[in-house]
């Protein structure tokens, strides 16, 4: 999921996959599954008042149909209105049933199967099945649809989904049903992490009006989750969630939510002062005067009353995207000097009153610690970078003048435009001239998809808590979210490879070393990991905001 303005957003799901550094043994994917759903997340609001309505801001989503749901934004309200089958635990560290009650695999892992809960309904009153799921699944993968999504890399490794996305098949033939409360995955490949990957927002079930009705189904979603859309979706405004009191789950507390849709994180939090808005980010440079005004969270992930600042870790890295077709920018020699002349320390002291750390590799420490996923060209060292642009033919002239010009484009409207100025003065320290170039957030999607720039700001917030996400879907030959247009034979077969791999010890292993030949070809430069820089009002009687970067609303309350 990629990151959207300067807190963090789009793409993936998770801001951080679990809490603090616990991550990094991921756990709950075993073959068989089963119980009932739990909360997964921190709640210190037994016996709290029930009713009221949050007020909660976002940007404008890319979508709030799970068909696409790409980013946190789309992906929050998507989390009110659907449940996947399966959904990871940040406390116990396990994944736990959802829309499926129980799953288990045959003996290599190259086929699961689920079984739906028979009490899970829709909006509308339709009973959940399993023909919705594989309903919602070929909405993803059909390239006829009137935007194609750009989240169909989930399914790639189910049998047709490929085929589907290319127009060479009108079905996914690896999601069958055999009833219509069982469903079942065959994969090209073993993977023992597939029940992880079915807890994302996007791999939800869908009823057949998401068909009848697509133009409607975009701006007013019928799902199965705790909430349901009240109206629809007006873009540059709100949306509105209300309680869906036939929950086959714990009913949620509030009567409602508003997501109130603001321009820029700054025109968010002004809300926020003057009482209209009940959660949002905290503004660049000013964590440590809030955090003293309003009390910071004791675990860094619930909101309640007289602690109300968030500043957990996040799963989360920020970084530049290389195109690796560019004239200067394909050249690794490139790539590895001006990561090295990237002040990295500066940028979260100064910006982020420490609160946020130097990335040291693609993965943050909530997916993994080891040293071994380190990267040598992430150090902050510019006389290292000036010997080897030297070395690679880009001498500076009498002025330290180079005849290397870059380009930084990034998003408007998040605090990046601070970031990419620390950016260019350390560029420019090595003599490399820099040209900033900043648009909309749709627009810089599109432009992004298109290619043609040179170093591209993005950031990657885990779809589901392992390594695989970080790996396969940026940087993967074929993936779609490979901006960069990196490609390494080599890098592919170790990502294949790992992926078959059942031994948890063994995988990470292997994805280490795909990772290891990453940070020598450096197809992005990564900045820094992200954190919470988030606040909640006093009203908010406990929230919880998970590593993720998604509020648990089902489970939040409020002084009504």
């Not at 396990?94 to 909006?123: G, M, V, Y």
């Not at 029940?195 to 791999?203: D, I, K, S, T, Y």
């Not at 130097?358 to 990267?375: E, G, H, K, Q, R």
Request: proline share 5%; net charge negative.
């Amino acid at each position: 999921m990629e990151d959207r303005f300067g807190g963090v957003s789009r793409r993936g799901f998770i801001k951080g996959g679990v809490a603090a550094a616990a991550l990094a043994g991921l756990a709950g994917c075993g073959k068989n599954n089963s119980g009932s759903a739990t909360s997964g997340g921190s709640s210190s609001d037994a016996g709290a008042s029930t009713g009221g309505v949050l007020k909660y801001y976002i940007n404008d989503p890319v979508a709030i149909d799970p068909y696409n749901t790409q980013e946190s934004e789309g992906t929050q309200v998507a989390k009110c209105l659907f449940d996947s089958l399966t959904k990871y635990n940040y406390d116990t560290k396990e994944l736990e049933p959802a829309a499926a009650e129980s799953w288990e695999s045959n003996d290599d892992a190259t086929q699961w199967t689920f079984h739906i809960r028979k009490d899970c309904k829709f909006h509308n009153g339709d009973t959940v099945k399993a023909e919705d799921f594989k309903r919602a699944f070929e909405r993803i993968c059909d390239p006829t649809m009137k935007t194609p999504s750009d989240v169909a890399y989930h399914l790639d490794p189910v049998k047709g989904a490929k085929e589907m996305q290319a127009g060479e098949a009108d079905e996914i033939s690896g999601v069958t049903c055999p009833d219509d409360y069982t469903l079942v995955f065959d994969l090209t490949t073993p993977m023992s992490e597939w029940p992880l990957v079915c807890a994302h927002q996007a791999l939800v079930p869908v009823p057949k009006a998401a068909r009848d009705d697509p133009d409607s189904f975009l701006v007013a979603p019928i799902g199965n989750g705790p909430f349901q859309m009240d109206g629809t979706w007006v873009s540059g405004q709100y949306i509105n969630v209300k309680k869906f009191d036939g929950y086959y789950g714990t009913p949620a507390k509030l009567d409602a939510v508003n997501f109130s849709i603001q321009k820029d994180p700054d025109t968010a939090f002004k809300e926020f002062q003057a009482g209209n808005i009940d959660f949002c980010s905290v503004p660049s440079g000013r964590l440590g005067e809030v955090e003293q005004q309003y009390g910071t969270s004791d675990d860094g992930y619930t909101v309640t009353p007289k602690k109300q600042v968030l500043t957990g870790a996040e799963a989360a890295t920020y970084w530049l995207i290389c195109e690796m077709g560019d004239e200067n920018l394909g050249k690794k020699e490139v790539r590895q000097a001006l990561s090295l002349a990237i002040n990295r320390q500066n940028i979260c002291d100064t910006l982020f009153e420490g609160s946020r750390k130097p990335a040291t590799s693609c993965f943050p420490p909530l997916i993994d610690d080891s040293p071994d996923s380190t990267w040598e060209y992430c150090d902050y060292n510019p006389d290292k970078a000036k010997e080897i642009l030297d070395s690679a033919g880009y001498t500076a002239d009498a002025d330290g003048k180079r005849n290397l010009t870059v380009k930084l484009s990034y998003n408007s409207g998040g605090g990046h435009e601070d970031i990419m100025s620390i950016i260019q003065g350390d560029f420019e320290a090595i003599g490399v001239t820099v040209q900033q170039n900043s648009q909309e957030w749709a627009t810089y999607l599109t432009a992004l998809d298109g290619g043609g720039f040179q170093l591209a700001r993005m950031g990657w917030i885990a779809d589901y808590p392992n390594m695989d996400n970080f790996l396969y879907p940026n940087f993967y030959s074929t993936s779609s979210n490979n901006y960069g247009k990196y490609s390494n034979p080599e890098f592919d077969k170790l990502v294949e490879e790992a992926r078959k791999v059942t031994d948890e010890d063994e995988r990470k292993s292997e994805y280490r070393e795909a990772c290891k030949l990453l940070g020598e070809d450096m197809p992005v430069i990564p900045i820094m990991f992200y954190a919470h820089d988030h606040i909640g009002s006093e009203r908010i009687q406990s929230l919880y905001y998970d590593p993720a970067g998604i509020a648990h609303l089902g489970e939040a309350s409020v002084q009504a």
